[in-house]
């Protein structure tokens, strides 16, 4: 899921399969692009650690056979949004209007579908990250040492992220990617991917109003996952009467959004 810590887990798995001698990390492309790329180094032994958040039949065929394993991860919603307006500069009304919840709904239920997906939940992976690479391990057939966890989540700590993108500026290995963003094709940090917020923060960057329009769209989805409402039943319908207008422009202005 988009701003939910993919590249985090991107970077354990590739770091692991490498360290191990089991494979490559090989480079992000986009979804049209993605044939190609399997085509390329198919023949080629060992693992390849790819990163994706589009969903498409040919990768859910992939891990269906067999042929591919798949680490996923997911977030608040409510968190999602919040993050992705601060990094991509979007007022809430364009993602709204781009139905953005519904289209990550539907992705999560799609990556999510396959038996044996390897499936964490956010606000775990950062209490916990020696956790979170023991997992990974785990589910790559990766023996570690005792205290190797703890180690790989030290690479891996917000303060050495952000030297890591800064050291791919100053030796201008930054590519452009999706949309324009610039990112360092090796660890697929962005030069924007750390933006500040906090856990929570969601509470004071959307407003009541948006909030509740997040929770309307997400329907079932934040109760299955065990995130519970911000505002109480009733004052959810009074906030949602006071966006109808909001509401209405959306219902007659359908675009479709990419999760």
Known sequence: MQRSGSTLQFQIA??????????????????????????QYRQQPGWKVFKSHQYSPEKGALIATGEAKGIYIYRDLRAVLASKMRKDRLAFRELYGQYLVEALIETDR????????????????????????????????????PGQPEAVATEFRPEKQRQRIEAARREGLLKEGYAGARFDPHSNLHTDHFSGGRAGAWRWELSPVEIALTEHAAGDWLAERGYPPAHPRAVRGL???????LRMRRRFSRKGAVA
């Open 110 to 145: 799609q990556w999510t579908a396959h038996e044996g997906m390897l499936v964490s939940r956010y606000e775990r992976v950062i209490a916990d990250l020696p956790g979170e690479v023991a997992r990974i391990a785990a589910f790559l057939g990766i023996d570690l040492a």
């Open 239 to 245: 906030l949602l009467a006071a966006a109808l207008p």
């Open 14 to 39: 590739a770091h692991l399969v490498e360290g191990a001698g089991l494979g490559q990390r090989v480079p992000w492309v986009p979804q049209e692009d993605f044939s190609r790329l399997v085509s």
